[in-house]
């Protein structure tokens, strides 16, 4: 089992930027993927970067250039920089894995608004 606890979400205007946190714990070892996935209300659950155990990464286009994942060398936490925040951003943040099958955090409110 792995459990995923995601941080840093909040209030900030447009322009700013803030960086989301993803702490996992439990059996991490093994862990293919991490990923960052939004959903802004009224509308489906998007991918929003993905990094892979290699090191590389994946952007969905409406972030790439704005947007950085990163995580810690063991997986421990995976982060979201996320820079040049717009409206269009604001959605519930969730921390998702890969590892035999996939899990999910609770989410995390990120509201760009002036």
């Known amino acids: 089992q792995v459990q995923l606890v995601e941080s840093g979400g909040g209030l900030v205007q447009p322009g700013g930027s803030l960086r989301l946190s993803c702490t996992a714990s439990?059996?991490?070892?093994?862990?293919?993927?991490m990923d960052w996935y939004r959903q802004a209300p009224g509308k489906e659950r998007e991918l929003v970067a993905t990094?892979?155990?290699?090191?590389?990464?994946s952007y969905a286009a409406s972030v790439k250039g704005r947007f950085t994942i990163s995580r810690d060398n063991a997986w421990k936490a995976v982060y979201l920089q996320m820079n040049n925040l717009k409206p269009e951003d604001t959605a519930v943040y969730y921390c998702h894995a890969w590892k035999l099958r996939e899990y999910w955090g609770q989410g995390t409110q990120v509201t760009v608004s002036s």
């Open positions: 990094l892979f155990s290699g090191g590389s990464t």
């Open positions: 439990g059996s991490i070892l093994g862990i293919n993927t």
